[in-house]
């Protein structure tokens, strides 16, 4: 592969139209294809679940040894079943792919010499991109025109600290080598730490360095535990069907039953007996969820993340914004005495105003709190600030004399120091009881809830070209700046909140204890326990998992050691969302459950997110935890149907072979009553959800799945064999009659039932969704008039008798009535251990 040639100038970039014909030619820059595939191909997919393939071709069988018509009825249903769960599938992924564009990271492009902000998938070879810290680099490029340009490219080498990239001297004209340590090349997936770049793009997509090996932030994240979960019910599911289906096998062929139609028989039970909408109810529903939350202004990028909010018991966050209201104001700058003093915010403003990292809102509240001169003075160089370190220091210059600015956490700066700067301007040396003395003020800064940053100096030689970390020594301490960041009046409340609904919420800052603590005080929030950094580092992975149960608070805690804390969380077992907006938030943010950031965030961290709120606030954050939990719920409905009263129809069926010398159903019966099925169960994902069963958070429980099953099942059956017993002795039915009257008698309990196991409460006192009502109504209705219509000799169906309905309406009284009981025992039962 060539790199088509380079663009002429760095400040003109490509034009649309060279821009689209690349796009033509190069494809969007996304590591995989797009995710929506045709719709014509997604339909297709649909057909290689084997059951179906399998039906198909016993139907074709069928067909060529005579049975032509009832081969036809058995393909339309088929075909019928497929479509109703691909249309409902497709309509999600459609609206689930819209949301995630809401938010979708973009980049700044020149293109006809203008910059434009262009979703990442549209950029191409020979573009000229723009890049400045926070930014996240979208494609593999040559570094053009660099300043203090520093990239964090960790996930391609490993190497934790920023790497500093310089311009390239020429640009090659065809696919240069590309070195991963080259320093005038950066590459998709890393990001910017600090300063600013031109970059001409020259890899895209997969042809990038990060799509060769294939693993980027962006891949497809492990299996959530609902993931886990459905997989596992799938798999009990599936070895129940295998054996149900064996065993109808060989009975029928035991009983001498044509091979063919006994063949057709147990496929058709193995139809019935798979919930094949499970992926389509959950789709819709988390969809459907999505659509819920984006209304409340929180947009889900990875619609499973839904899923994990209902199920989150830990929520870690940060301080800025989450508990205080982010609007930070520089409120003091004191010298070594704690006087006001001018020197030390000039410092601070010229520190502020040189960096060219990523501005925190501290230098923004620095630049904001006045004008200063900044004329004369040139900056030489930077160490830029990261959250290891926790300072930023500049190189300038002014009249030929060159000074290193330092500011940063109070507690690391002092150690750097040896000398301190008196209230007149003269350099004292830093004696101990001098130390002592500013560690006092500074102590008494924070118990005033002052947020504090240490400032200092030194003056370098004339030939001192650079400035790195080892020069940040010997400094001279010139006061600190002390901030103030109100709390947020609500955090209390929305805290209470989400403890109510039993989530433990977990303070993870950077920022000290005392600040922390004093925060935490105003806003009344009890703490139970703190582990700053430095006792963090000492402690192994054993040592902190049997700290981060109590401790709610983890004060200067570095981007590792966030990550840490909830790996040390997750392994005990806990769901855990992680809230955050910074570049040192962004690996917590990819190995939370759940992570969430906001819409102003740096786009590493929005990148690594599964949920962007457009605002900051935790009451939408429990709105949004609680949509979770709803449609959780309305899953669990359809999987506690399926478990035990659909399951138990196509056990009945399966037993019925043993003894009747018939077939109990014909296979397109069997399918046909599966179709109606999944029709009465569209609208589920409608469903509310009572409020009771919203209190808690919400796992995935085979156990719970597997009770109620052996609950509910056996009445179930009990009531099946009723029915079979009644239809033979009291109607005399012949086979006809019988598949007849079993037929509408299964559909009815099998769909009426959703209204008893839909809640937990009575079902008169909890009211479904109308949809689900009239669907229901409907289905039943249908199977009821299916044999009086003219469609009944090709299904195979006779008309009832009159005094089959009476019948039918006793069996559904006492059914419904006796799985409400078994439903209430059961419950009284699991209240003990209630459903997590
Ligand atoms: N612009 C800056 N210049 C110098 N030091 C800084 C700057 N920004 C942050 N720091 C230092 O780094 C520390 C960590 O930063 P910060 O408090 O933003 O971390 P955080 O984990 O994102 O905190 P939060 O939970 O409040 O979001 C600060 O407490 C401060 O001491
Ligand atoms: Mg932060």
Same mark, same amino acid.
């Given at each position: ?15 649309? @139209?060279? /821009? ?71 309509? /999600? ?106 970059? #001409? ?84 529903? #988390? ?64 520190? @502020?105003?040189?960096?060219? %990292? ?11 709190? %006045?004008? +200063? ?19 930023? &220091? ?25 000398? $301190? ?48 970390? &080892? ?5 001279? $301490? ?46 009344? +929030? ?18 902190? !998992? ?17 990550? !840490? ?22 690996? @917590? ?40 939990? !709803? ?30 010398? $018939? ?96 809640? !937990? ?33 090709? #299904? ?41």
């Amino acid at each position: 592969m060539t790199l088509p040639p380079p663009v002429p100038s760095a400040t003109e970039g490509l034009s649309q @139209s060279q /821009a689209e014909q690349r796009l033509a030619q190069w494809g969007p820059n996304q590591l995989r294809p797009a995710v929506q595939r045709a719709a014509l191909l997604q339909f297709m997919a649909q057909f290689r679940n084997p059951l179906v393939l399998i039906l198909l071709a016993a139907a074709s069988v069928s067909a060529l040894t005579g049975d032509l018509s009832g081969a036809l009825v058995i393909s339309v249903i088929v075909v019928m079943s497929v479509a109703l769960d691909f249309v409902q599938a497709y309509r /999600a992924g459609q609206a689930a792919a819209k949301l995630a564009l809401q938010v979708a990271v973009t980049a700044t492009v020149l293109r006809d010499g203008k910059p434009h902000d262009l979703p990442v998938a549209q950029l191409v070879p020979g573009d000229v991109v723009l890049l400045s810290a926070g930014d996240l680099i979208p494609a593999d490029a040559h570094v053009l025109e660099a300043k203090d340009f520093f990239v964090n490219q960790a996930q391609l080498t490993g190497e934790p600290y920023p790497v500093e990239k310089k311009a390239r001297a020429t640009v090659p004209a065809t696919e240069a080598s590309w070195e991963l340590d080259a320093v005038d090349s950066v590459f998709m997936g890393s990001s910017v730490v600090s300063g600013s770049a031109h970059v #001409l793009l020259g890899r895209t997509g997969s042809s990038s360095a990060l799509g060769q090996i294939a693993v980027s932030l962006a891949d497809k994240a492990p299996p959530t535990a609902f993931e886990i979960g459905t997989r596992q019910f799938g798999v009990l599911i599936m070895r129940l069907t295998l054996l149900l289906v064996l065993f109808t096998l060989l009975v029928n062929v035991a009983l001498h039953r044509t091979l063919l139609e006994s063949f057709l028989f147990a496929v058709a039970l193995a139809v019935g007996l798979t919930p094949e909408l499970l992926p389509m109810v959950v789709s819709v529903t #988390l969809t459907r969820g999505a659509l819920r939350m984006a209304a409340l202004k929180v947009i889900v990028k990875r619609p499973s993340a839904i899923q994990d909010m209902g199920a989150m018991d830990v929520l870690c966050t940060d301080k800025t914004g989450t508990l205080t209201e982010a609007h930070i104001r520089l409120e003091r700058h004191v010298d070594a005495d704690g006087r006001e003093n001018a020197e030390v915010l000039r410092l601070a403003y010229l520190n @502020s105003y040189f960096e060219s %990292g990523l501005k925190s809102p501290l230098d923004d509240a620095i630049l904001a709190h %006045g004008e +200063i001169d900044a004329t004369g003075w040139a900056k030489i160089d930077e160490v830029p600030f990261d959250f290891e370190r926790r300072r930023v &220091s500049v190189l300038l210059e002014k009249d030929a004399q060159r000074q290193l600015l330092v500011k940063g956490a109070p507690e690391d700066i002092l150690k750097l120091c040896t000398h $301190f700067q008196d209230p007149s301007g003269t350099t004292q040396t830093l004696d101990a009881a001098s130390l002592l003395r500013i560690n006092a003020l500074f102590d008494s800064l924070s118990e005033e809830g002052f947020r504090v940053l240490g400032i200092a100096w030194k003056p370098v030689p004339q030939d001192h070209p650079h400035a790195v970390i &080892s020069d940040e020594s010997a400094l001279v $301490f010139a006061g600190f700046a002390a901030f103030l960041d109100p709390p947020k009046a609500s955090a209390g409340q929305a805290l209470q909140t989400m403890a109510d609904s039993g989530v433990a919420v977990k303070i993870v800052t950077g920022d000290n204890e005392r600040v922390t603590r004093h925060v935490c005080t105003q806003l009344g +929030i009890a703490i139970t326990g703190v582990l700053t950094g430095t006792e963090l580092a000492s402690m192994n992975d054993d040592a902190l !998992r049997a700290r981060v149960e109590d401790v709610n608070l983890f004060c200067r805690v570095n981007p590792a050691q966030k990550n !840490r804390i909830i790996l040390a969380l997750k392994a005990r077992g806990h769901v855990v969302g992680y809230m955050g907006d910074g570049i040192n938030d962004a690996p @917590s943010l990819h190995t939370a459950d759940v992570g969430i950031s906001v819409d102003d965030a740096v786009d590493v961290a929005k990148q690594a997110a599964a949920m962007i709120l457009l605002e900051k606030d935790l009451m939408v954050l429990h709105a949004g935890m609680l949509e979770g939990r !709803r449609t959780f719920g309305n899953v669990m409905k359809y999987i506690m149907m399926a478990t035990s009263s659909n399951f138990g129809n196509m056990f009945s069926m399966a037993a019925a072979t043993l003894f009747l010398p $018939f077939l109990p159903m014909l296979p397109l019966q069997i399918l046909l009553n599966n179709l109606l099925y999944d029709v009465s169960e569209i609208a589920l994902p409608l469903d509310e959800v009572d409020a009771e069963d919203l209190t808690r958070p919400k796992r995935w429980d085979m156990g719970f799945i597997r009770d109620f099953m052996l609950t509910i099942g056996p009445i179930s059956s009990l009531f099946d064999f009723l029915t079979f017993y009644l239809l033979l002795r009291l109607f005399q039915a012949d086979e006809t009659l019988f598949r007849t009257g079993w037929f509408v008698e299964s559909i009815a309990t099998q769909v009426l039932v959703i209204f008893v196991i839909r809640t !937990r409460r009575n079902p008169l006192r909890s009211h479904p969704n109308r949809w689900l009502t009239l669907t229901s109504l409907a289905v039943v209705l249908a199977a009821m008039a299916l044999p009086f219509t003219p469609l009944a000799g090709m #299904l195979g169906f006779t008309p009832l008798p009159a005094a089959f309905f009476g019948l039918l309406i006793a069996l559904l009284v006492g059914y419904l009535s006796l799985v409400e009981g078994g439903k209430q025992w059961f419950y009284r039962r699991h209240i003990q251990t209630p459903r997590a």
